[in-house]
């Protein structure tokens, strides 16, 4: 069982920074590759960035590529999510998931099992 706890969300201006945290509680989260996921209102829940268990391997949407990056400290079990030059189209509840046992990485939503309650970025124009 893997649980998951977002922070860092909250009010940002257009063209500002921020960092969301995940905090998994499992012992082996190195094992685990990780995954960050937004959802706007009444859109779908959308891929954002994907890492591997070393952190080596990343994979980002198109539409955030070059502004955010994920990255992750397995010895705090803890993954991160910096948001540069946000955009109202940014706004969305931000998740962080981690797949079924034995995935090392993935970008499909489908393959994710675990996930956490979401924090809320919002993004004025």
């Known amino acids: 069982q893997v649980q998951l706890v977002e922070s860092g969300g909250g009010l940002m201006q257009t063209g500002g920074s921020s960092r969301l945290s995940c905090a998994a509680s499992?012992?082996?989260?190195?094992?685990?590759?990780m995954g960050w996921f937004r959802q706007a209102p009444g859109k779908e829940r959308e891929f954002v960035a994907a890492i591997s268990g070393s952190g080596g391997t990343t994979n980002y949407a198109d539409s955030v590529k070059g502004r955010f990056t994920i990255s992750r400290d397995n010895a705090k079990n803890t993954l991160y999510l910096r948001m540069n030059s946000l955009k109202p189209e940014d706004t969305a509840l931000y998740y962080c998931?981690?797949?079924?046992?034995?995935?090392?990485?993935?970008?499909?939503?489908?393959?994710?099992?675990?996930w956490g309650q979401g924090t809320q970025v919002t993004v004025s124009s």
């Open positions: 998931a981690a797949p079924t046992p034995g995935v090392a990485f993935t970008t499909t939503l489908a393959r994710y099992r675990y």
């Open positions: 499992v012992r082996t989260f190195s094992t685990y590759g």
